[in-house]
């Protein structure tokens, strides 16, 4: 069936410095990828998203690409702070574009 | 974006019993989901909720285990029948307009069977 990889599991990185997260998507006919955040015992909040007419969106710190031919998306995050820290998930449209399919979530921490 | 009320946050039951998560969005929406979330781990669909129809069931859930209704277009509600301690999670509803827009989430239900 249709799924999202997303990788790594979890990073690490020093205060400052950049993280970067990827995800690779299997239906060729998903044209929505969203990015979630979501802290301990909170929900999931929207960070960013990204359209398949679009290659790279950028808010702030935050930046998404994307690569249709090969399906992947990655988010970029600079400047890392540590209210940063959460689990990060990447998700993609399918089935009509509808219902969103989810990786498996990275567990970004940020060392001060 | 639309705010969504989710109710109760967290309650602890006995295994047999059922309960109602309800979900109340502040404004219309096309599109209303039910996940499930264990701890540590990734959203799980139950189900889409179709206003003015039956829900559509994932792979694994069933409507007589979950039945869920949707009377209009900003409320659902969620009902989790006959528990047993394997259905001790999180439930999270989402609302959304489709065709590639966001999708937004309530604040969870914690459910715990005892």
């Known amino acids: 069936g249709e799924n999202v990889e997303q990788h790594p599991s979890t990073l690490s990185v020093q205060e400052g410095d950049s993280a970067v997260i990827k995800c690779t998507y299997s239906?060729?006919?998903?044209?929505?990828f969203p990015w979630y955040k979501q802290e301990l015992g909170k929900r999931p909040q929207l960070i960013i998203d990204i359209r398949s007419n679009v290659g790279e969106k950028k808010d702030q710190r935050i930046a998404v690409t994307l690569n249709k031919t090969a399906k992947h998306f990655s988010l970029h995050i600079t400047e890392t702070q540590p209210e940063d820290s959460a689990v990060y998930f990447c998700a993609a449209t399918w089935d009509s574009n509808y219902q969103l399919i989810w990786g498996a979530g990275t567990k970004l921490i940020i060392k001060p | 974006s639309a705010v969504i009320s989710q109710k109760p946050s967290r309650d602890i039951c006995q295994r047999g019993t059922s309960l109602t998560i309800q979900c109340q969005v502040d404004?219309?929406?096309?599109?209303m989901f039910w996940y499930r979330q264990q701890p540590g781990q990734s959203l799980t669909l139950i189900a889409t909720?179709?206003?003015?129809?039956?829900?559509?069931?994932e792979s694994g859930f069933v409507i007589d285990k979950f039945p869920i209704s949707r009377p209009n277009l900003t409320f659902s509600t969620l009902t989790v029948s006959n528990m047993s301690p394997e259905d001790s999670s999180i439930y999270l509803c989402?609302?959304?307009?489709?065709?590639?827009?966001?999708?937004?989430f309530g604040d969870g239900t914690r459910l715990s069977i005892l």
């Open positions: 989402s609302a959304g307009q489709g065709d590639d827009q966001p999708q937004h």
């Open positions: 239906d060729s006919a998903s044209n929505y």
């Open positions: 909720a179709n206003q003015g129809s039956e829900a559509t069931y």
């Open positions: 404004s219309q929406v096309t599109m």
